[in-house]
């Protein structure tokens, strides 16, 4: 897939994991689905149903309004695109950039302290400007090797050297059960997020129908704190 | 779980199933009668399953499904993959894949070294051990070496990978290795660019070592810091090295060496298992691995114990100098600065890379210059049936072996990664020990263990599987002291995002 030049891409969902290690290829398969769900619309929306015809057997005359802007609520933002990366530690940095927004899908590990069970969805910010999730899960580590260098540490230093980094990053992260048994079965729990998780990057893609905003996290997938 | 029984200078300490704190480095501290600290280990969530994973696969995936395993080095297990396969089917490539393996792998070799010395290794120098914990960081470095230099960085990065990508496919998982040579010839003008940007890398380079010398060795704080005791250890060392003994990472002899600096051993890489093994202690999970002779004697330094490392400070160690100029230059002021060969300090490992940076661009032009590489021979198709393969190369952070075993069909019996960690395991666990003793007196545990741990820690580059994408931070530590009878008197845990936890 080819990524998006700066003046190009206004959004990209960028899916990260790895298919060989049991949950961590969650990030993979939620863009794919939002790709088959994109695919599938765009289908749809090349099939739209012709109106019935009227008295005479003439077209009511609304009907003659161009189908395309008609629908164009219901096809992929033009400027969006969806991404599927192995990447890990700095290459991440080949991956955002380009994107003006970004929602990257992801595998979390949080603190065993928080009440938190395979399957369970954190949608939230990051990013310099905006980190509404407190302030602590959004700085950048002090990332002690390539191993450990992450999201957000890559997301500092592109902001630091005024890269075209994304103005806008918001994470979709499920928690995992196991992300280190090579060939190892998904958790079913997290696998079944998957579905929910496509559904809220979906939601965050395209722009809401007849009100042409855009595309920000929908009020209805509250912003839980990691 | 089972319970596992320790024998522990003569007493026997049963330990109770733990729950391991999944994505955490984990350190058990063993306190003697007097409190002090007797034993401790660190041990690091391994990647599970492999083995089983690839048994009844294509030999000739591995290269694929081995580079996908680790997001950050997946050029390394390719290579070391398809040289395995090389063996596995007894064909050896024509002289241009040679070179063509050999010119991408030093332009990984010359990203990776830069990467980690300016955004990684480079926190404890450039900004400073003394400096607290929220500059000493990424942001911290820019700050020091200013923006220029960082965008520097970044933009010969980009233009490194640039290249891989023309050559081996894709930079992230590449695809070029195959059995007997690679799946592309390069041609005049690709050769042409590798040989521009060598050039850049190449000045790129000494400018690198020149901020070495300007930051670090022009600081005696910092330059204490590198020899003290607390971050040097005498251990054996191992590395890569070519007929004449110069430091190699693609293909070569492997070289070892005793704590005074005396070759104790030289082997084909082949013969890898004639001179090392592992050693499983009964309650840890990890193994150890060591060299047969003298053979393991305990998680000691010194010329009885069979422990080694790995890696820059280890192949400088193990070699005579380096195959290029500008780099034996840079090798020689590095032993004449630090007293000799061989040098023991651990931090001193963010110096040889460094050199080993210098030395891998310089290796490029070198190889992007020469006629051959544009041949458009590049393969030569196996005939033989398949039956076992040992493909050994240097990785950024230290030796890598793969071993296959296949049926007849090409399809794995039985496959074998040793990979970087393991053979510093022992290495690390002295450090550890060494951090711990000198800062944990009875059962209070101090937060500077962690630091401490951490900066040791750097050095090495751990690999823990690369899955984790945690939530920022440092690394999870979970450090647990035990008294006398093995019962758990004190923890102290730091999570992904900092947080220290006293349980």
Redesign the interface.
Known sequence: MEACTETECAVRLLGLGNELLADDAFGILVAREVERRQALWGRQAQRAPRLPTGFRGRRPCFARVDRRKRLSHLAPTPRAEVVCSSASGFHLLDQILGASRLIVVDTLATPATRASVPGTIHVFRAGAQACGAGASACQPGSAAAPHFVGLFDVLAVAASLALPAPREVTVIGVEAADCVTVGGEMHPDVRAAVGKAAEIAEAMLAPPPFFGGDGKCPARFAETAP | MATQTAVLAKRTITIDPITR???HGRIEIFLDDAGRVERAFFQV??????E??VQGRQAEDMPQ?TS?????CPMAHHMASTKALDGLYQTPPPPAARKIRELVYHTFMTE?HA??FY??GG?DFVVGPQAP?AE????GV?ARVG?ET??RV?AM??KL?ELVAIAAGK???PVFGVPGGVAKALNAEQAGQFRTVAEEAVEFARFSLGIFDKVVLSNSAYVDLICSDAFTHKTYYMGMVDDRNRVAFYDGALRVVTPDGRECARFRPEQYADYIQEHAEPWTYMKFCHLKTPGWNGLVDGPESGIYSVAPLARLNASEGMATPLAQEAYQRYFATLGGKPVHHTLANHWARLIEMLYAAERMRELAADPEIADPTVRTIPTHAPREGIGVVEAPRGTLIHHYQSDQRGLITKATLIVATQHNAGRIALSVEKAARSLISGPVVDEGVLNMV?MA??A?????????????????LAVRVRGRDGGVVATLRR?????V?RD
């Open positions: 704190l999944e994505g969530p391994e990647l599970r399953g492999f089983k994973f499904i996908r395993i680790c997001g950050v990776d990467l980690h955004f990684l926190p914990a000493r960081n990424i942001l820019i923006k960082a965008g970044i990065r980009r990978r930079a992230i998982h951490e820690f750097r090495y580059d751990p690999c823990l599987g690369c899955a984790t994408h945690a939530l920022p931070g440092s690394i999870p999570d992904a995002d900092g947080s936890h």
